[in-house]
């Protein structure tokens, strides 16, 4: 069966190679502009780090519902966990770098596109945290997406590190509740 925009998702989740091979044609450029914007200093990791983005994809495709976004949305969030997970390991290994001294400018022709998606991933993320208190909306943001250190974000809210992590602990707890009855209904 030839994968095409209507049935790659169903191929993948099916177990067939034809569908992620459709995703690698049409999607590999936005993920690889991704990654290579948060691994600049390290592009002896790209190509792993988007071997990674596909094989994560291909395990987690269950993971997507079409209910709550586009695919390239959910696939772009993907890459940029994995990319963010890749720095971290770049910089356990070398921990003289910064994870500022890793990234760069974003080429200009993907600009508009990345911005777009990133938009489109504020959005989703944004209904995602409102099931949390604006206290632990905070930490979320500022762990997750500013990328603090727990224990950073924690001394900026006045928290001690147990209470960071409980909160961590009960707000993902929280967001999988509400957000896997919605899948499975």
């Given at each position: 069966m030839k994968a095409n925009e209507n049935n790659f998702v169903d191929l993948i989740r099916r177990r067939r190679e034809e569908g992620i091979v459709y995703v690698i044609r049409t999607y590999g450029g936005l993920l690889k502009s991704i990654v290579k914007k948060r691994l600049f200093t390290s592009p002896d990791r790209v190509e792993e780090c988007m071997n990674d983005i596909f094989l994560g994809i291909w395990k987690n495709i269950d993971?997507?519902?079409e209910t709550r976004g586009s695919f390239v949305n959910w696939a772009a969030g993907v890459a940029r966990l994995e990319a963010i997970d890749t720095l971290r390991?770049?910089?356990r290994e070398h921990p003289s770098l910064s994870l500022e001294e890793t990234e760069l400018e974003i080429p200009r022709e993907d600009t508009e596109l990345l911005r777009l998606t990133?938009?489109?991933?504020?959005?989703?993320?944004?209904?995602?945290?409102q099931c949390l208190s604006p206290k632990d909306r905070e930490l979320f943001c500022r762990i997750f997406l500013m990328e603090e250190e727990p224990e950073e974000a924690g001394r900026a809210m006045g928290m001690s590190r147990d209470n960071v992590y409980v909160r961590i602990f009960r707000g993902k707890k929280k967001i999988l509740s509400k957000f896997g009855e919605r899948k499975r209904a």
């Open positions: 993971c997507y519902d390991k770049i910089q990133e938009q489109e991933l504020s959005k989703e993320t944004e209904k995602i945290l």
